[in-house]
């Protein structure tokens, strides 16, 4: 393999793999750089907050999944830099060499400038974040279990997430349920009417991205929760034990809480930045970089920039929505443009990326969701939706045993609402006390 | 429920949960106290540092125990302070007065005097060591893979284990299963030949409380895999990069590794110190507490220490293993000391604790184990032993759902040889690099 195209691939989220596994046969040998040895299912990531699956159920070593892809080699590290004239990426100790280069280092929390809130207000990215906010809310339950203040103890049980997209949307379902089942059975001491989960949400509407029907269906299941929605609510500050969200032109409330969950904004990863530097072109909206139909950077035809990291837009101008989909077709659309190259097809210049929306779904609590699906998008909601989320994510986590103990889990927690995972697993909720 | 006697229980482990468990049916108030939200499956814990299991498997909530026993509540919470005089217990933010008081807080790591050691050797004791552990295993993979001096790639994967006793041994045997799957399968550039776990145990032989003809099966099972034991080795130092162990009067060997696990000493829980205080007792060896023949503090007839706690002693003089077979009998001769004593019975004080040896078992890899079995001290060995670990453990996993789970996760890899949680969860291994 000595001298054949070298392909480096940063980053194994949904769009670096898809890349990496749609190069299996090709004459390339490839290299993937992630900062994490796992590639992580994010779609389920907000399950792990609440309790019902572990991290290792819905993450999987990038090393085993590609191990039988004799021309891919994994590397562990952190890219530093970028050298688009030498055509080297180096990571802290290393450097690697490439003929092309697919970015695909995904996005991160954005505070809209606050990043004191960060503290206060842990986002949904990572394993960790996700086992972070776990333990915050059962040591939310634990503190008020022991607080004989009327009023700390509901601040204690009072949970408000900040934005109301999917993430947000299937948090505060799943959030309820955990609270619902925990205060009717493992602490039987205090009033269910004091846990609150307020759902806040900037915009309009809850899922402004759905067909109107569908968002009708998402404020009924959220209320069915009993969950608060605050729509046209803009979050000001964000302290400790409250946070204040402008409701009007000069109208604010003030919400007592010490839970507040961010799943409103995300930016571009910080190799953008270094991607933007070296290249030259300027960074888009929250971080982002421009490119071309083809995906790659303009002026740059062997660099690649593909999923959330990419400003990347439909026919029509729209801008493609950050979704694990868009970020596969865009893996698969590129290794198929280095393929056509390494084998000298003259076709290789023509055919621009197109997004194919096969759909997109949201579930809100046990038995309901959302979806709108196909090609003619149909919608779906309630049962029937839930039970296609249900199936098609299942069928997309990456090994066969993480789908059989997910299987199993889903099974369980279904049947009897119990969760498995409810670990507090550092000290913060203890000593905190 | 006002009146009635009032029992406190710190430590929710294999004796505090026993005992509150077995106070199920006695007109009394439970309070269970402990630092952590779940009851610790610790016989498996070696197979999460080593990424067959994920801590959820292993860990139940205490919560969801003790559901359906309506007199007993469970309180999150860290022993600050005992008042022997009041019968008060403190936490940070709450007092619990008792009747009775049973102390079963356990053991943690023992450095023999070399606190400094812990950063670079980490002992086995919590879900956090657990990961903690895993990470570093993991990540020696990842910077040998990348490593370009053999001398340092060597040191990478050269894994020392401090003590051979069962923690020591069956790790041991776990880690070198791992190696080698992850060696044929994720790592094939490295030469299998550079990985080297060395076993170190000051004392004669591995775990040299079993009959003699165990001990060789133990030496001929790790020598089957690529174990290297040292006994009669005493670490004297323990660096980043290397260890030294002394094996003779004036010898010394030095070994080249970055990864240093301590299986070796345990002494009692902090609050040993706090109880012997309270009560004016000498802590015994290891910081344990000296206990009667009925468990209680002598002078504090309403105060019983159990488990690894306690200095407890067999009829003959001997002391009691730290297991938790004994724990939990412990647990329950404390229960039924406490029914009589509340339903008035003149036995209270006749009866001595004595411990009933049903046996003990250590696994050494797959399909290798030894174990003592009975009364009457069966000895078994190999491929019967190691299925009669696999029942026993599984049967004494807490909750049927994780019975269930870590039934199929074994299966799993039992029959693929691969694991499912060998995920590095800290960024340490990605920023050392």
Known sequence: MGGSHRVVIVG???????????????????????????HLFQPLLYQVATGDLSPANIASPLRAILRHQKNCRVVLGNVESIDVHEQVVRTAGESFSYDTLVVAAGSTHSYFGHDEWAEFAPGLK??????????RILAAFEVAALETDAE????????????????????????????HYLLRNDFPGIDPSEMTI??????????????????????????????R?????????????????????????????CNVIWAAGVQASPLGKILAESTGVEQARAGKIPVQHDLSIPGYPNIYVIGDLAAAKSKDGQPLPALAPVAMQQGKYVAGRISKL???????????????????MAVI????????VGPKKWQLSGWLAWLAWLFI?????????????????WGWTYWTRDRSARLITNREGVDSN
């Open 12 to 38: 194994g989220g949904f769009g670096g793999l898809a890349c990496a596994q749609a190069l299996k046969k090709v004459p390339v040998e490839v290299t993937l750089i992630d900062r994490r040895n796992f």
């Open 126 to 135: 990572t394993v960790e974040d996700a086992t972070q906010i776990r333990n």
């Open 152 to 179: 700390r103890r509901r601040a204690a049980l009072t949970f408000a997430i900040i934005g109301a997209g999917p993430t947000g949307v299937e948090l505060a379902g799943a959030l309820s349920e955990l609270g």
């Open 198 to 227: 307020v759902l806040c949400e900037a915009g309009k509407e809850p899922l402004e991205m759905y067909p109107e029907p569908l968002i009708k269906k998402t404020r009924e299941a959220l209320s069915r929760l009993h969950v």
């Open 229 to 257: 929605l605050m729509t046209g609510g803009m979050v000001t500050e964000i302290h400790p034990n409250h946070i204040v969200v402008q409701t009007g032109k000069e109208s604010f409330e003030t919400l007592k809480t």
């Open 342 to 360: 390494v084998h000298g097809d003259p076709e290789v210049t023509d055919k621009p990326f197109e997004y194919r929306d096969r759909g997109s």
């Open 365 to 372: 609590g046990r038995y309901s969701a959302v979806a709108v």
């Open 393 to 409: 994510h299942l069928m997309e986590i990456t090994q066969f045993r993480n789908r059989l103990i997910v299987l199993i889990q």
